[in-house]
């Protein structure tokens, strides 16, 4: 096998000395008045830097164009690209500076390294060669990443991911998950069989009812679109076709019998979760009942005629609820863009015309229907903001598109065909849940569109842009009827108290997803006490739910939301740390009770995992980053001996051949290079690198396609043969 030529610079390159250092770096050529073709040559291939920091442009002197620049890290100030650039197109993010202060080791790092090159000697019975150093780069799955890099934590979890582990197959591991569909590629697959009857699994009369009304009762929280009088009217419908032994569809036809398979899904599955008892043959046989009568439903809609109709947005619209609950991400996600193309042709996002009887043409809707139309609507606006910020994708929606009004704040059993029943307000409305949830939602795609904008923006610009949304927030909060917002959700009845809860975590994660980009400086200490105020409130409330089985599985995004907070801790952690060993006060016990917190509730998401599902690998992915917390809480107790925390992997791996690596190989570039930062105490920080994109790359972690040697993937995936 042949090295490559880069490689083979990369590994016979050795550190620099003290005096190359010292020099500028780039210095300049002596002036002659005749110079050698060669020489013009050279001066020809020169570096061109396409954009100066700000305080190179300022001050009118020369800048590499690095981060930090050579001159910023000399004057030791913070060095930035925030300026507006307007010399044409935006250049590309200035390249990491190479340019380090390093030091000759002290006499205990000497010491210690030696000491762990003999160890190694001794126990592996074989030599070691010390790797380069000169490079801050190490290899991984073929790939040279920073080791202080921001995303290289998600490295090591994508092994475990994509690997087996103590005898568990792993994500994509199983060639089942490799040979799905395109649209379902990657999910659980499903339990259904072809030979079977319908009088095998549809439920019998008594059954079916009690499914019905427990879905009303306890499924349903925010995504309330069908109107339950009329949905119990299409069962009676649905059942007396049954007991006349008619076809399945004979008179509702294909999108209304698809609604009512899949609630009855809904049911079952919700139904066995809230037994309190949880486990992979449960959930199993629980799935076996529910995915037959969600694949009966899916065959409906998929051969359904003709033009589509409110219910054809509705059935695809419930499925895609199911497929989320029984973590078939990758399905729900094309479903989801189906669902939003009927929605878009039925003209759904448009306020109804009375004039031209638009977007209903034909017969002039009832209230009813003109009703469920929008909440319809509003359901699959909020479901595709999650959606969007669960994936890290782009939006269907686009609010400049939609003038739809919000649904009318009115209860089922006060809904007639001519309109409310009553022309007062009787009480507290199980529809206003649904409306602050699209309300949130909104707001939670603006902060997606303006605060992570992949655009040209200044820093300055997102924190103006995450101080609206934030007030925004606050005013949504203050905005809440009593039942969801003053009054405490334990005194309320079952159906209020889980709307209650899932509108303070929605609440609570759009407070993190506006603010989490603070946590990276010390700039704004308001957004970072909001941002950490927010996760603490979701994992206490996470905490409670894990007592409740009719709350913890009540939403979908919880696992998500869980993942958003304990993220924030986690990465909060390593900042506190570092402002330890600076040697700035920091409050410990609040610290450690946080962190406490966090891990009890990583438990909680761990415990109610069973299967293949995205909580398995949100928790493969939290404890690598967990584990970089304890790291740095180490080093800020320790700052003094940094290779105390190059030693540590050693207990935590049984490989005597990774085990010396780890240790030669942090060991010695700790010892050389530990004083990258500003301060001598202080380690490298994974989180300086960390770019207001590397968040939405975070969230999505979970989702990332499995690696095809045949396909374009992210450059920073393992590559896996």
Request: aromatic share 8%; net charge neutral; charged share 20%.
């Amino acid at each position: 096998m042949t090295s490559s030529p880069l490689l083979d610079q990369v590994n016979s390159t050795t550190p620099a000395s003290d005096s190359q250092i010292a020099t500028s770096a780039t210095p300049k050529r002596p002036f002659t008045a005749v110079s050698s073709s060669a020489e013009a040559e050279n001066r020809r291939k020169d570096p061109k830097v396409t954009r100066a920091c700000d305080n190179c442009k300022t001050k009118k002197i020369r800048c590499n164009g690095t981060l930090p620049c050579s001159n910023c890290t000399k004057r030791r100030i913070a060095c930035t690209y925030d300026a507006k650039y307007g010399r044409g197109r935006h250049p590309p993010t200035p390249p990491p500076s190479d340019r380090r202060i390093i030091r000759e080791p002290s006499v205990a790092v000497q010491n210690q390294h030696s000491r762990v090159l003999n160890e190694a000697n001794i126990d592996g019975h074989h030599s070691v060669e010390i790797p380069s150093r000169a490079s801050p780069d190490v290899e991984l799955e073929g790939q040279y990443v920073d080791p202080t890099s921001g995303v290289n934590f998600l490295h090591r979890a994508w092994e475990k991911i994509f690997t087996k582990k103590g005898g568990i197959a792993s994500y994509g591991s199983n060639e089942i998950y490799r040979n799905q569909l395109l649209t379902s590629a990657g999910d659980r697959p499903f339990y259904f069989d072809n030979n079977a009857l319908l009088s095998d699994f549809i439920p019998d009369a008594t059954v079916a009812r009690s499914l019905l009304a427990f879905y009303f009762d306890t499924c349903v929280v925010t995504y309330r679109m069908f109107h339950r009088q009329t949905t119990e009217k299409w069962m009676e419908v649905f059942l007396k076709d049954r007991e006349q032994q008619h076809p399945i569809a004979h008179s509702l036809g294909h999108a209304k019998c698809a609604i009512l398979l899949t609630i009855l899904a809904v049911a079952t599955l919700r139904s066995e979760k809230t037994s309190g008892v949880t486990s992979a043959e449960n959930e199993d046989i629980a799935l076996r009942r529910s995915d037959q009568l969600f694949c009966t439903a899916m065959n409906l809609t998929d051969t359904e005629m003709g033009f589509p109709r409110l219910e054809s947005a509705q059935a695809r619209l419930i499925q895609l609820l199911y497929l989320l609950q029984t973590s078939r991400m990758n399905k729900g996600w094309y479903t989801s863009g189906i669902t939003f193309h009927i929605a878009l042709s039925l003209g759904m996002h448009r306020r109804r015309d009375n004039t031209l009887n638009v977007p209903f043409r034909g017969r002039r809707p009832d209230y009813i229907t003109s009703e469920c139309c929008k909440r319809t609507f509003w359901v699959a606006y909020t479901i595709d903001k999650y959606l969007s910020v669960v994936f890290g994708r782009p939006r269907f929606y686009q609010d400049e598109d939609i003038d739809q009004d919000f649904p009318d704040s009115v209860n089922d059993e006060y809904m007639t065909p001519q309109g409310p029943s009553v022309s007062e307000d009787p009480g507290d409305c199980l529809v206003d849940s649904l409306i602050f949830h699209a309300k949130i939602a909104r707001i939670i795609g603006k902060t997606s569109r303006d605060v992570y904008s992949v655009s040209n923006m200044s820093n300055h610009d997102r924190a103006m842009a995450t101080q609206q949304f934030t007030r925004e927030l606050h005013t949504w909060r203050v905005s809440l009827p009593p039942h969801l917002g003053t009054v405490k959700p334990s005194t309320l009845m079952p159906c209020f108290r889980r709307q209650a809860i899932a509108l303070q975590l929605a609440y609570s994660h759009a407070i993190i997803h506006a603010n989490r980009p603070s946590l990276l400086g010390d700039e704004n200490a308001d957004s970072v006490a909001e941002c950490i105020a927010a996760a603490k409130a979701s994992l206490e409330l996470v905490d409670k739910m894990a007592s409740d089985s009719t709350l913890f599985y009540s939403f979908w995004w919880t696992p998500y939301v869980t993942f958003c907070a304990l993220v924030v801790v986690y990465v909060w952690q390593i900042q506190q740390s570092r402002r330890h060993a600076r040697g700035n006060e920091v409050d410990d016990s609040s610290s450690v009770k946080l962190f406490d917190l966090a891990e009890r509730c990583q438990s909680h998401l761990m415990r109610v995992t069973t299967g293949p599902s995205p909580s398995r690998r949100y928790n493969i992915i939290l404890e690598e980053l967990r584990l970089e917390a304890q790291n740095r809480q180490v080093v800020g107790e320790n700052p003094i001996d940094p290779c105390q925390w190059a030693v540590r992997p050693i207990e935590n791996s049984t490989d005597p051949d990774v085990r010396c690596f780890n240790n030669l190989d942090m060991a010695g570039s700790l010892g050389q290079e530990y004083s990258l930062s500003q301060d001598e105490n202080l380690m490298p920080n994974m989180l300086d690198t960390w770019q207001i994109t590397d968040w939405l790359t975070l969230d999505s972690s979970a989702f990332f396609l499995l690696p095809d040697t045949n396909s374009v993937s992210p450059p920073w995936l393992p590559t896996m043969m």
